[in-house]
């Protein structure tokens, strides 16, 4: 079954910074793409960015380019999304999610089949 956890959210200036954390378990972390969506309260949930299962290939919407960071850690099963110059209007639940397929980058939500609870940040203006 696969897990996933995520931690880091909190609440934070704008402008300011905030790094979030996604531990997997379940299943081998190497082969699979992961991805961070986010979703304020009474919307719709929006796909943030996304990573290969080697870390070299990403994916941002454009309004986070340039701001957000997402990245893994094999060796400890994680990702991360460092989130910089934030803005109040993503103040949000952030979710990290993976794909059932191994070798598969995901570019849409629909490729993605497992989430995690979320972790809220808030961004006060």
């Known amino acids: 079954q696969v897990q996933l956890v995520e931690s880091g959210g909190g609440l934070v200036q704008a402008g300011g910074s905030l790094r979030l954390s996604c531990a997997a378990s379940g299943r081998a972390f190497s082969p699979y793409a992961m991805g961070w969506f986010r979703q304020p309260v009474g919307k719709e949930r929006e796909f943030v960015a996304a990573i290969n299962w080697s870390g070299d290939t990403t994916y941002y919407i454009d309004s986070v380019k340039g701001r957000f960071t997402i990245s893994r850690d094999g060796a400890k099963r994680m990702v991360y999304l460092q989130m910089d110059n934030l803005k109040p209007e993503e103040t949000a639940y952030y979710h990290c999610?993976?794909?059932?397929?191994?070798?598969?980058?995901?570019?849409?939500?629909?490729?993605?089949?497992?989430w995690g609870q979320g972790t809220q940040v808030t961004v006060s203006s």
């Open positions: 999610a993976t794909t059932s397929r191994a070798y598969h980058f995901p570019t849409t939500p629909g490729e993605f089949d497992y």
